[in-house]
Each structure stands twice: as structure tokens, then as C-alpha cells.
């Protein structure tokens, strides 16, 4: 009997993953196990590469003997968190300094001094980027000018984004990345098939350190027989926004999604033509599957799941993340509070990686319960800030199909429906990312004959419809829009 089972590696930017699936989307077993955020100065965030690996192998290793052995696996499936950049040495697989995160803000001066030299036009024409230290290009330019490992790693260096590396160690030496991953690297061309020469010498990063870029399903390898007993097929690769999408479904042209974990983004889909924003949204590559490319107009949110974790974990405000629903719930209100968690700077369609966080609103009446739901409100009113930037790009939201950890809270999803006005979509099962990358390595493998005929593996929605008055949306906005144009002029 053919093996029946695809394994998931979902690597995220707080904790990875390993889940099974049926080949009919159903989840048979998950293992995860958290990793350290490491904070070495103000807007600094790094991993340690070396314990990704070693606990993506664990989790893998677990579900694989729960099921019975590799035999059993028809294929590998992985979705990783983008742009967070990893230098590791050829002949070891070993990382040569902390891995770069993707909300790390330590290159935004050399970004703003290539916006001051007119470079932006030029780099966002090519790449459907912004000239921002949130991709990966400028953060591995920094490794190679500040860590004298890597540079010293010469002819043995390897640079790839969290898939590649991944990949790397389950093979044994396979140096490759899909080209979802690659399109955030600000080093692709949206219509190039290989790294630009252009953007390599901007940055000044050799192009023999990086992977060859391949399709998002099909052949990537296999894992090293020592790891699993026996080889496994890796077959679908994709970056965890773009996992998601096709989670959802969101398969035709204008349909959108929106994922709620550590930040938040927004895919809609944009079909075979690179789409082009003049409101400072990006453009990236969706999926390629047997070399041909779909792509996406997205706006990411840097912050949405990590505000609650910063409140429960270094504020002491909550005790558990579910509590920010129940205080959300004991107050009519928000009493006039208004949080803009530019922790990590600000991302779309603001883009200011200066900005920082601000409550304002505060009096002798503020409660916990006012601050708490003023953070859950703060990602409906960016959300709502990506909608007018989509729609003046031509883009309208017909409804918004949501997902990740954040969506189980019930409130923020109702609040969603309020603020933006539009119907709103929530999957009975919530991890969409993983299932979009079980979805990929299927077909990838020839269980299914496109992603079309994967959706199959796909759950029922749960839906939410807008239930507030126009007058108290549009106050509500009003007060937004005050905090957060205080923020940006400051």
C-alpha cells in the first residue's frame, strides 16, 4: 500500500513544528517546541539557527515514529517564517553566527541612505519590494561586513532563508529554495528565474553562497537515510504567508487572506501578472509550480499575536493570552484608549521601522480591561489601514478569509467584521499555513494533480458579518487615525 501520510514541517518565529496529515487534510499528530527569541539591543532579533534544527528534527523524528516509520510518509511538506536570513558552512551545515529575524530593524540606516540615493524606484520596479530592513538582502550584507566568520567562510559560505536551511540539513547538502522564499529576499526579480546581478552588487553578496531557486512543488530533495531510517521525498516549499494562501483556497484571481500569528499579512491573489502598487503594498511571488509563477499583492502588519505575548510575558498585564478576549469582553468601550504597537517600527503602508509603540488615551478611568482591548482593536484598525491601501490600488475586498493562532479568539474576529465592514471567513481548522504546505508537497508527490484538486483536503468556514453602526465604526476610526498620525509625525 502506498504511503498515506504527508509530513508537515511548519518553523515558525516562536516555535516549529512537525504535523501529520492524511491525505485528506485531516491532522493526525502534531509536535512542537518553542524557541528562544534572543533581544541583544533595541530593534535586534535573532535566532539560533543550530537549535531550530535540532528541535525541527526532534518534532519530525517523533511523528515520524508515531506513524509507524518513513515508509508511511509519502512526502515532506515545509512552511517557514520569511525573510529571517541564516549564513551556515557548507561542509558542517552548521550556522556561523545567530540567525537575522525577520522583524530585525539593525540595517534600517543603510536602507535609508539607499532611499536617499533614489535606489528605491529602481529596487521596488525589480522586486515589487520596499527598501526596508525587513527583507532579507540588507540583512545578509550586514552579516557579511559585521562577522568575520562569514566572511571568513569564503568558498564554504551559505547564505538561505529558514527553507533553504532547513532543507540543507534534511538532505545532507541539497542548496535550494522555493521561489516564494526567494522573492523576499529583495535579491529576485519578479519576472527573473535567477538571482539579479544588479541587486547582488547593492548588497554586495556573492551569488555562489546562495541556493538555486526551484518550483514550490515537485522534487526538492530527499532527507539523508541516516535521519529517519529511511529516505523521505521532500516535495512542497513555500514561505508561511504564501502556505496559508493556498490554505485557503485562495486559488483565483482577487481572493484574499489574512494570517494572525506573531504579525499579520494579507495576500490577495493577482494571477500570472506581477501587480504593480502605487501605495506601498508589495508585490511577491504566490507559488511556481512547473516553472510557471502566480503572484500577490500583499500588506504585512509586523505586529499582531507577539503584542499579546509582549502584554502577557514582559508587561505582566495578562496572565494568559485568552485573558485578552475576556477583558476585551467586561468593558462597553475601549474608554478613549488607543495602542499602536509599533514594537518592531511600523510595516505597510507605512513603512517606518523608526516608529515606535504608543498607548494614548489614558485617564483615572483606564482599566486593564481598556488597555487589553485596545491592543486587540489595534489589529482590526491596521487591517482596516491595508484595506484603503488595496483599494486605492485598484483591490477590493469582496470578504477575508482569516487565519493562524490569533483567529481563536472570537471577539477580535467579530471586531475585524466591524471595522472593516466585510464579511469575514474562519476556517474550522485554523492552521492553514501547514496545510497549505501539505496541500504543495501532495501534489508535489502526485497525490493530487494540481492544487486545485488538493483543496479537497480543505475544512468548512465559520462566518462573521459586520454588526456595528456606522456612526460608532467611523468614531472609532476617527481615533485611530489621530493615534497613529502622532506616531508617524513624530
Known amino acids: 500500500m502506498a504511503a498515506q501520510h504527508i509530513l508537515v514541517i511548519d518553523e515558525g518565529t516562536t516555535s516549529t513544528r512537525a504535523m501529520l496529515f492524511g491525505v485528506d487534510g485531516k491532522l493526525q499528530g502534531s509536535q512542537q517546541e518553542e524557541l528562544r527569541q534572543y533581544y541583544p539591543a533595541p530593534g535586534l532579533v535573532e535566532h539560533d539557527a543550530e537549535e531550530i534544527w535540532d528541535k525541527t528534527l526532534r518534532c519530525c523524528q517523533k511523528m515520524i515514529e508515531q506513524v509507524g516509520g518513513a515508509d508511511k510518509i509519502a512526502a515532506i511538506g515545509i512552511a517557514n517564517q520569511r525573510e529571517t536570513v541564516v549564513a551556515w558552512d557548507k561542509r558542517t551545515g552548521e550556522p556561523l553566527c545567530k540567525a537575522i529575524v525577520w522583524q530585525d530593524r539593525r540595517t534600517a540606516r543603510k536602507c535609508d541612505r539607499m532611499k536617499a540615493d533614489g535606489l528605491e524606484p529602481m529596487v521596488q520596479a525589480k522586486t515589487g519590494l520596499l527598501l526596508d530592513p525587513y527583507f532579507s538582502g540588507s540583512k545578509i550584507g550586514w552579516m557579511l561586513d559585521n562577522c568575520p566568520e562569514v566572511r571568513a567562510a569564503g568558498d564554504n559560505l551559505a547564505f538561505g532563508t529558514i527553507d533553504s536551511y532547513l532543507i540543507y540539513r534534511l538532505t545532507g547538502g541539497e542548496h535550494v529554495t522555493d521561489a516564494s522564499n526567494a522573492s523576499r529576499t529583495m535579491l529576485l526579480a519578479l519576472d527573473g528565474e535567477d538571482w539579479d546581478d544588479e541587486l547582488l552588487a547593492l548588497f554586495d553578496i556573492p551569488r555562489a553562497a546562495l541556493p538555486s531557486i526551484v518550483d514550490c512543488a515537485g522534487d526538492l530533495g530527499a532527507t539523508a537515510a541516516g535521519l529517519f531510517g ?261
Not at 500569528?261 to 501578472?273: K, M
Not at 494614548?360 to 482590526?380: D, M, N, P, Q, W
Not at 462573521?464 to 493615534?483: C, F, V
Open 230 to 490: 529511511s529516505a523521505i521525498a521532500i516535495c512542497g516549499s513555500a514561505g508561511d504567508q504564501q502556505a496559508a494562501t493556498i490554505g485557503q483556497a485562495c486559488l483565483e484571481v482577487g481572493q484574499t487572506k489574512a494570517t494572525f500569528g506573531t504579525g499579520a499579512f494579507i495576500l490577495t491573489n493577482s494571477g500570472e501578472t506581477p501587480p504593480r502598487s502605487d501605495n506601498r503594498l508589495l508585490s511577491t511571488i504566490l507559488y511556481q509550480y512547473e516553472g510557471k509563477r502566480i503572484y500577490a499583492l500583499e500588506g504585512a502588519i509586523f505586529v499582531a499575536g507577539s503584542l499579546i505575548q509582549w502584554l502577557r510575558d514582559d508587561i505582566g498585564l495578562l496572565k494568559f493570552a485568552g485573558e485578552s478576549e475576556e477583558l476585551a469582553r467586561s468593558v462597553n468601550e475601549n474608554g478613549g484608549v488607543y495602542l499602536v504597537p509599533a514594537l518592531s517600527g511600523l510595516g505597510a503602508p507605512h513603512w517606518r521601522a523608526d516608529a515606535t509603540a504608543t498607548i494614548s488615551g489614558l485617564s483615572f478611568a483606564s482599566k486593564k480591561a481598556h488597555i487589553a482591548r485596545a491592543a486587540l482593536e489595534s489589529t482590526a484598525y491596521q487591517c482596516n489601514d491595508l484595506k484603503t491601501a488595496f483599494s486605492a490600488d485598484g483591490v477590493d475586498w469582496q470578504n477575508l478569509r482569516i487565519d493562524g493562532g490569533m483567529v481563536a479568539n472570537d471577539w477580535m474576529v467579530q471586531d475585524l467584521a466591524d471595522i472593516l465592514d466585510i464579511t469575514v471567513e474562519r476556517p474550522e481548522f485554523f492552521e492553514t499555513t501547514a496545510l497549505g504546505a501539505a496541500m504543495l508537497a501532495a501534489v508535489g508527490c502526485g497525490i493530487y494533480p494540481s492544487l486545485e484538486a488538493a483543496s479537497v483536503m480543505i475544512s468548512g468556514l465559520d462566518v462573521h458579518e459586520p454588526s456595528i453602526d456606522p456612526e460608532t465604526r467611523d468614531l472609532r476610526l476617527a481615533g485611530w487615525k489621530r493615534a497613529i498620525n502622532s506616531v508617524l509625525a513624530s
